[in-house]
């Protein structure tokens, strides 16, 4: 089974822990790079030869937020899907999402299995229905 690339781009370290313990549960193969602050993640992205299945962005972040973010990730040249993951559930947040076309889905947290089995799919992962049910 291939692993799946993740980069979680978000300042809440107990959320980042808890989303990486939710897709070890799941059985995923995973490989997850950690970035607490956006502009490091640009600085990475923007320098890595390495490719990912899979980014998931926070909003509400200090420094640069995840629309900050995906502004300046817009030029870059090598794209990754991204999926925004995020404690906002302001409509207008939903529907500036809806129109970026860097986005390829925008979910609420906590992450659940079925939002990560969405998740999955969206992004070209493998089949989920494959991987173990933890719950």
Partial sequence: MQTTKIIQIDD???NNMANERLIKRMGIPYEITNFLDPTEALQF????????NLILLDIN????????????????TKKFPIIMLTSSNDPNDLKKARRSPLLMG????????????????????????????CF
């Fill in 12 to 14: 809440d370290f107990i």
């Fill in 45 to 52: 992205l923007d320098q890595t030869e390495e490719n990912f």
């Fill in 61 to 76: 972040m200090p420094r640069l937020n995840g629309w900050e973010f995906l502004d300046r990730y817009e030029n870059y």
């Fill in 106 to 133: 925008f979910y609420v947290k906590p992450l659940t299995k079925v939002m990560m089995e969405d998740i999955l799919i969206k992004c070209g992962v493998k089949d989920p229905s494959t991987y173990t049910d």
